[in-house]
């Protein structure tokens, strides 16, 4: 019955129309589409076909596909649950992006999911919303950069190291993840970690610890299917023994994860206590300080004008200015997971694709080499941010490139609660109802031929440089009309990391190649070109696990030697 209704309401709208019997968040189906959806592909008359679209992520490796075959940036999907609309139109994307606190809002029932260890900055809307994106997003500014900035040149200095002695690496995405992780940690949390020792690294047992900050944070990221689904088990009365292995894994990383947030939280209220609660230590703006400073000061005021207010016989005030404890983990949770997992995966597509087509290496050779003899200085140590980091445009072109195509989130979800929306397609008005979750199909957007041309499918660095007459320098061009490329999305809720991931990445990629150089280990009686061939496969198969992952990156074989003088 609900299906009928949906597809009587899809009608309406106007939009082509496709039809899945399984809402993509239905438990059962959770539980079971691993194991079904390969049986229901071999349906006859493509009456499985619905299966390709009921997951969470399905938008890569289909990019323009769907809405090319339907011949619309906008199709709905009909389900027995909600209407799910499917955007690729860059006006209409840019619309919904900035109508995000009142139209368009962030569905509960998608991201209440992600309120692992408490409500944070990404999974709330409205007022709610504001007061964490107030409070946690003032430290990634510019002076957070130049810490960004000198953090990663440090790492990547590390992992170079150890990439040379271990000759064929296959820990390009694992070691990407550490790097990013320590960047986060120096620039967020201020504490610093070496790559060297952390690769040794035991957790810390004297205080009860079975698994290191990385492993329990990284469990959780790259199992967050399985992290939702355990908070879900959780609050069913099965015990503790009856848990899946699986289960039981999850269970003991996210304990150990708030364990150890509890202790560094529980660290810096010691601190500030000792440095005096003034919020004017320059070196301590990171967001650990920043989050516990302003909601404990905003919360004494809260107090005493509470205080002050029931004296005078007057109701409790309810404008919350601060964060609660909840709120603080929610936070630090949702920081620590987007501000790595994104950027380390962009670095690793992004040197395992120089590795498969080395020509793009020289061309940022060039770019690296020019920047760093003008007199910012030879050494990576010496490197200035502010000098360096606007010059190195092609640097940001492989970014941008390796963005385009394996953009960490293939769609950004929009939902329209309880009220009805109108919103232009194409020039064309339509009217959304209330309780429709609407997709900006980001991984659609970014192939779209109609603003990428016929080789949208190719990873081209050069399409984001032009050469500027005037200054006769490479330049990097905007890509117009607004919409097509929003990796970070738009409006109001544009990730507060943009600024952060791009420093890093830079940094990155000019201390790689500025001394040296990668290519792809061949195996067995492989040719260089078969070889190139099967990694870019491996980089294709990936799938959305929080954010877009090669499925199998350790099969990967990458080998780094000294750039000859
Ligand atoms: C290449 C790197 C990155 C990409 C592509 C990226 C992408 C995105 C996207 C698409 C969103 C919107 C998600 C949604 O609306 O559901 C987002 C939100 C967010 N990102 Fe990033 N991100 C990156 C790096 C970072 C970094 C480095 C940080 C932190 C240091 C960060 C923190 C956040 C937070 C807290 C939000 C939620 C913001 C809000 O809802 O107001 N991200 N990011």
Redesign the pocket.
């Given at each position: 019955l609900k299906f009928y209704q949906n597809y009587k309401a899809a009608q309406k709208i106007g939009f082509p129309i496709l039809a899945s019997p399984v809402d993509k968040l239905n438990p059962f189906w959770l539980l079971t589409k691993d194991f079904l959806t390969p049986l229901l592909r071999c349906l006859p008359f493509g009456l499985g076909e619905f299966s390709q679209r009921a997951y969470m992520g399905w938008n890569f490796p289909d990019f323009y596909k769907t809405h090319a075959r339907l011949k619309s940036d906008a199709f709905t999907i009909v389900t027995p649950g909600e209407l799910e609309v499917y955007i690729a139109d860059p006006e209409s994307a840019e619309d919904i992006l900035k109508r995000?606190q009142t139209d368009f809002v962030?569905s509960p029932a998608l991201?209440d999911m992600l309120n692992l260890l408490g409500q944070?900055?990404?999974t709330t809307n409205g007022k709610t919303?504001q007061r964490?994106?107030r409070i946690?997003?003032p430290p990634?500014n510019e002076r957070n950069s130049v810490i960004v900035w000198q953090e990663a040149l440090k790492q990547t200095r590390e992992v170079l190291e150890f990439w040379e002695e271990l000759g064929n690496v296959r820990t390009t995405t694992d070691d990407s993840m550490t790097l990013a992780l320590h960047v986060?940690m120096a620039?967020?949390l201020g504490v610093n970690y070496s790559f060297r020792e952390s690769l040794n690294s035991k957790p810390q047992t004297t205080s009860g610890h079975t698994l290191t900050y990385r492993d329990a944070l990284n469990t959780i990221i790259r199992n967050m299917g399985l992290a939702i689904l355990f908070r879900m088990v959780e609050k069913l009365p099965i015990p503790n023994a009856m848990l899946p292995a699986k289960m039981k894994n999850m269970k003991l990383a996210l304990d150990e994860f708030y364990r150890y947030l509890t202790q560094m939280v529980k660290d810096e209220r010691v601190a500030i206590a000792s440095t005096g609660n003034t919020g004017s230590n320059a070196d301590k703006a990171n967001?650990m300080s920043v989050l516990l400073r302003s909601s404990d000061q905003a919360k004494e005021k809260a107090k005493a004008r509470a205080n002050l207010e029931a004296t005078m016989g007057n109701k409790s005030p309810t404008n919350i200015a601060y964060l609660s404890d909840e709120e603080v983990y929610g936070?630090l949770f949702?920081?620590n997971a987007?501000?790595?997992d994104?950027?380390a995966n962009?670095i690793s597509y992004a040197v395992t694709l120089l590795a498969i087509y080395p020509e793009w290496q020289k061309w940022i050779g060039e770019e690296v080499d020019k920047v760093f003899s003008d007199g910012v200085g030879k050494d990576a140590g010496q490197w200035d941010y502010e000098k360096s980091f606007p010059r190195l445009r092609k640097c940001q072109a492989i970014?941008f490139e390796t963005?385009r195509l394996y953009?960490?989130?293939v769609s950004?979800?929009r939902y329209t609660a309880h009220s009805r929306q109108k919103l232009s397609v194409n020039g064309k008005s339509y009217d959304i109802p209330p309780r429709t979750n609407i997709f900006v199909n980001?991984a659609a957007l970014h192939t779209n031929p109609r603003y990428w041309g016929n080789d949208a499918l190719a990873w081209r660095p050069s399409r984001w440089i032009t050469k500027s007459t005037s200054l006769d320098e490479d330049t990097i061009i905007e890509a117009q009309p607004p919409g097509v490329f929003?990796?970070?999305?738009s409006g109001?809720?544009?990730?507060?990391?943009?600024k952060?991931?791009?420093v890093?990445?830079v940094a990155v990629l000019a201390a790689m190649m500025s001394s040296w150089r990668v290519g792809v280990v061949r195996e067995g009686a492989e040719t260089q070109e078969q070889s190139r061939t099967r990694v870019l496969q491996i980089v294709q198969n990936s799938k959305v696990e929080f954010?877009l992952k090669m499925k199998k990156p350790n099969r990967v074989g990458l080998k780094w030697t000294r750039k000859s003088k």
């Open positions: 995000a962030k991201y944070n900055v990404n919303w964490h994106r946690t997003a990634f986060l620039a967020s967001l936070n949702i920081y987007a501000g790595h994104t950027t962009t970014m963005l953009s960490p989130v950004v979800p980001i929003i990796p970070w999305t109001p809720r544009v990730c507060p990391g943009k952060f991931a791009q890093e990445f954010t």
